[in-house]
C-alpha cells in the first residue's frame, strides 16, 4: 500500500445499513431507469454541451447533475455560494475539495462547482458513468503506480494554471461518514501551490428521515435556486444515511439499489470559504487547513447562506 492509494475500515455490512423509510420495488425500479436514464442523456448530451460557450455550459451541467441525484430520489440541500461562471480563463483555476463518501458525491458538487475531476482509472470502465466522466473531462489517475504521481500533480497544476476548475476527493478513498473520515493526502495541493491557484473547500453528508417521522408542517427545504422547494426533516431530527455510502468492495449496482430503496434521502453539500495556497508554507499545511475545515461542524453551520 502507498500514500496515494489508502483503505478505509468503512465496509458495506457494518456501514451502509438504512434504518429510515423504504421505497417498494416498482417505485424503486422507476427511480433506478430515471436516474440511469439521466446519466445516459449526459453522456449523449455532452458532445452538443461542448459547442455551448463557458458560461451556459457550467450552468447546464450545474442542472443536469443536481437532476442526476433528484433522479435517483435523493433531496439536495445546497449551504453557502454555488459558482458563478464568468466565462474567463485568464486567472489560475480552484481546486475543489471534498470529503468522499459516495458515488453521489460526484454529481452533487457538480451541481455546485462543474470541474474536471481526479479519479480513479477504474471509473473509466463503469457502465455509463464512465464514458461519461472521460468526455467531461476527467482527470484518471493509476493509484496502485506510485511512480505517476509526480506526472499527476503537474496535470493538475497545468489544468488550473489554464483556468480549469479541477475537483478532488483528497481523502483517495471513500469513506461511510458516520466517523471523521480519512487524512487529506497533500498531493493535489501541491499542485494549487504551483499554479497559484485558490483551495475550495466543500462538506459533503447524508441524512435519513426516521422511519416514523415526518417534517412539521411549515418546514421547507433551502436548495439550490434552480430547483423547486421540497420538504425535509429538519437536520437535528435525521440520522446518518448508511445507504449513501459506496465504501469497499461494494459492487456499484448493489449501491444503485440501496438508494433507491432507502425513501427520505438528503444530501447536503456545504460551500466553505477559499483557502489561498500562497499563505501557507508547504502543501501539508495547504491540505491540513482544507480537512481541519471540511471536518469542523462549528465553522460549517451558516444557515443565512443557504440557497432558497
Same mark, same amino acid.
Given at each position: 500500500m502507498n500514500p496515494w *492509494? +489508502?483503505?478505509?475500515?468503512? #465496509?458495506?455490512r457494518e456501514c451502509a445499513g438504512h434504518e429510515g423509510r423504504v421505497r417498494g420495488r416498482p417505485a424503486a425500479v422507476a427511480l433506478l431507469l430515471a436516474g440511469c436514464a439521466c446519466i445516459l442523456a449526459g453522456a449523449?448530451?455532452?458532445?452538443?454541451?461542448?459547442?455551448?460557450?463557458?458560461?451556459?455550459?457550467?450552468?447546464?451541467i450545474r442542472r443536469w447533475a443536481y437532476g442526476v441525484v433528484r433522479a435517483f430520489g435523493v433531496r439536495v440541500r445546497i449551504v453557502g455560494t454555488p459558482a458563478?461562471?464568468?466565462?474567463?480563463?485568464?486567472?489560475?483555476g480552484t481546486l475543489v475539495v471534498a470529503n468522499h463518501i459516495s458515488w453521489l458525491d460526484i454529481p452533487?458538487?457538480?451541481?455546485?462547482?462543474p470541474g474536471r475531476m481526479l479519479a480513479k482509472s477504474e471509473i473509466r470502465d463503469w457502465p455509463l458513468l464512465g464514458p461519461l466522466a472521460a468526455r467531461g473531462g476527467t482527470l484518471f489517475v493509476e493509484r496502485?503506480?506510485?511512480?505517476? *504521481? +509526480?506526472?499527476?500533480?503537474? #496535470?493538475?497544476?497545468?489544468?488550473l494554471r489554464g483556468g480549469s476548475r479541477v475537483v478532488v476527493f483528497p481523502e483517495g478513498t471513500t469513506w461511510c461518514g458516520r466517523g471523521p473520515g480519512g487524512r487529506f493526502g497533500p498531493a493535489a495541493f501541491q499542485a494549487a501551490i504551483d499554479a497559484d491557484a485558490t483551495v475550495r473547500p466543500v462538506r459533503i453528508s447524508y441524512r435519513a428521515a426516521p422511519a416514523k417521522h415526518t417534517a412539521p408542517a411549515g418546514r421547507v427545504a433551502s436548495v439550490e435556486h434552480t430547483a423547486p422547494m421540497e420538504r425535509f426533516a429538519p437536520p437535528e431530527h435525521n440520522t446518518p444515511a448508511g445507504a449513501a455510502a459506496f465504501v469497499g468492495d461494494d459492487p456499484l449496482i448493489a449501491s444503485l439499489w440501496r438508494v433507491v430503496t432507502a425513501a427520505g434521502l438528503t444530501a447536503e453539500i456545504r460551500v466553505?470559504?477559499?483557502?489561498?495556497?500562497?499563505g501557507l508554507p508547504d502543501r501539508r499545511a495547504?491540505?491540513?487547513?482544507?480537512?481541519?475545515?471540511?471536518?469542523?461542524?462549528s465553522a460549517n453551520r451558516s444557515p443565512e447562506s443557504v440557497h432558497h
Open positions: *492509494l +489508502p483503505t478505509a475500515p468503512c #465496509t458495506p449523449l448530451g455532452a458532445p452538443f454541451a461542448a459547442m455551448l460557450g463557458a458560461a451556459r455550459r457550467e450552468r447546464l458563478v461562471p464568468d466565462g474567463s480563463t485568464a486567472a489560475p452533487l458538487v457538480a451541481a455546485v462547482f496502485d503506480r506510485l511512480r505517476a *504521481l +509526480p506526472a499527476t500533480v503537474r #496535470t493538475i497544476g497545468a489544468a466553505l470559504p477559499p483557502i489561498q495556497a500562497r495547504l491540505a491540513r487547513r482544507a480537512q481541519t475545515a471540511v471536518a469542523n461542524e
